[in-house]
Each structure stands twice: as C-alpha cells, then as structure tokens.
Nanobody
Framework: QVQLAESGGGSVQAGGSLRLSCKLY????????MAWFRQVPGKEREGVAA???????SYADSVKGRFTISTDNTRSALFLQMSSLKPEDTALYYC???????????????????GGQGTLVTVSS
C-alpha cells in the first residue's frame, strides 16, 4: 500500500523558516518524480516545487530563491526547506509522487498520482 506521510508544519512569523519532510512508503517504482504542492481552502491547488527522476528541480515563481526541494539518497524521503516565509505561504502542504512522464510534466497543477494528507504551515505577519 502506497503511503506518503508529511511532517514539519507549524506556525512561524514572517521571515522565518521551516523544513517539511515527507516519507514515501510502498511505492514499487524506481523512476518517478516527487513534488510539494499547497492548498488554501477555497483556492486552487498550487504546485510549489518538484524533483524529477534525474534530480532536476523545478519551482513555482512564487517560491524561487526561498524554498529548496531535496530528497535523500534512496528517494524515499522528500524535503522542503522554506526560508523567508511570507503570510501568503500559509497553506496545507502536501507531498506527492508520480511514475508517469505525463503526470510529472503537470506537477505545477498539484495533481500527481499519489499524495499524502498534508501538513499545515501558518505564517503570521
């Protein structure tokens, strides 16, 4: 059974930092992309950052230069280092994975093959 478990969310003041973690369990593929996306109630899901099977990273314009996505050597853990946080970064953050090229190309939509339950990030001004 595939499972993604996010952790590391919390409350922080504007300008602060947080590091999100995601553990991937039971995904029986060796080539896949992983991504972080976020969603605010009443708004569209937004892709935040992604890393493909070759290790190439992509970022939404809104987080470039502030967020860094990374994986561990086994690619069973995904991280998101968030710095210079802004109130508009407040959202439920999810991690996701997809084994298909078509799915990975659409990472910015926030809809990949499998995803977790999310971890809440709240940034106060």
């Amino acid at each position: 059974q595939v499972q993604l478990a996010e952790s590391g969310g919390g409350s922080v003041q504007a300008g602060g930092s947080l590091r999100l973690s995601c553990k991937l369990y039971g995904y029986p593929y060796t080539s896949y992309c992983m991504a972080w996306f976020r969603q605010v109630p009443g708004k569209e899901r937004e892709g935040v950052a992604a890393v493909d099977s070759d290790g190439i990273m992509s970022y939404a314009d809104s987080v470039k230069g502030r967020f860094t996505i990374s994986t561990d050597n086994t690619r069973s853990a995904l991280f998101l280092q968030m710095s210079s946080l802004k109130p508009e970064d407040t959202a439920l953050y999810y991690c996701a994975a997809d084994r298909t090229i078509a799915g990975c190309r659409k990472w910015a939509t926030g809809y990949l093959e499998v995803g977790g339950q999310g971890t809440l990030v709240t940034v106060s001004s």
